[in-house]
């Protein structure tokens, strides 16, 4: 069954703490995407890959790392650095054409604590 | 740069009614354009998109979506409402051109909040 997936669900971090968020797909697209999402504001792009080992800031990078060691995982770090983590975060994938549509995954609600 | 505007924060109607949810875009050239609707605590599922060719593109679940060039329009719209279309729709654009670091972002608007009531 292919597709893109998020763990965990729900996360709770403490104020300080590092944490990453899974992201993992199975549809071979080489395109990857990680969104914040808060409420009134849509998504904002936070971080894109287009192929393993490369990736791109997004609008809002500060506070947040990512790796592409692997094409089907794109993990995403929400470090001690970022002032206001507490959202919903999704991340996406494509195949590296523009008319083609993204595939998200059911996203990762973060709380901080 | 590339933008989307979505300029109702909701939108109500009445169920059996039609239904528009619009949008805007600033993007040089011919952009690709795409909608996508959101649930509860869940990611976005594509629901339609346009590339070239004919206007009207439709979609899943019954919608349509009209592309206005010149009015630089894509808006969403079924013409009898249910009320499980009520969620959260999200218009998006990506502009064909692949130069630098722009390539191919895609790029959402604020999203419209569709109220169908019984």
């Known amino acids: 069954d292919g597709g893109i997936t998020q763990s965990p669900k729900y996360l709770f971090r403490k104020e300080g703490q590092n944490v990453t968020l899974s992201c993992e797909q199975n549809?071979?697209?080489?395109?990857m995407y990680w969104y914040r999402q808060d409420p009134g504001q849509g998504l904002r792009l936070i971080y894109y890959s287009q192929i393993v080992n490369d990736f791109q800031k997004g609008d809002i990078a500060e506070g947040y790392s990512v790796s592409r060691e692997k094409k089907e995982s794109f993990p995403l770090t929400v470090t001690s650095a970022q002032k206001n983590p507490t959202a919903f975060y999704l991340c996406?994938?494509?195949?590296?054409?523009?008319?083609?549509?993204?595939?998200f995954g059911q996203g990762t609600r973060l709380t901080v604590v | 740069a590339q933008s989307v505007a979505q300029p109702e924060d909701q939108v109500n109607v009445a169920e059996g009614n039609p239904l528009t949810v619009k949008c805007t875009y600033s993007v040089s050239g011919n952009p690709y354009l795409f909608w996508y609707v959101q649930y509860p605590n869940r990611g976005l599922q594509f629901l339609l998109k346009y590339i070239t060719g004919d206007n009207l593109v439709k979609g899943s679940y019954g919608f349509e979506a009209e592309f206005n060039k010149s009015q630089t329009s894509f808006h969403l719209k079924k013409p009898s409402a249910l009320v499980s279309d009520s969620a959260l729709y999200f218009c998006?654009?990506?502009?064909?051109?692949?130069?630098?670091?722009?390539?191919?972002?895609?790029?959402f608007g604020s999203g419209t909040r569709l109220l169908v009531r019984p």
């Open positions: 998006a654009v990506r502009d064909p051109r692949r130069w630098g670091d722009s390539s191919y972002k895609l790029i």
């Open positions: 996406a994938s494509s195949i590296e054409e523009g008319d083609t549509e993204a595939f």
């Open positions: 549809l071979n697209h080489d395109a």
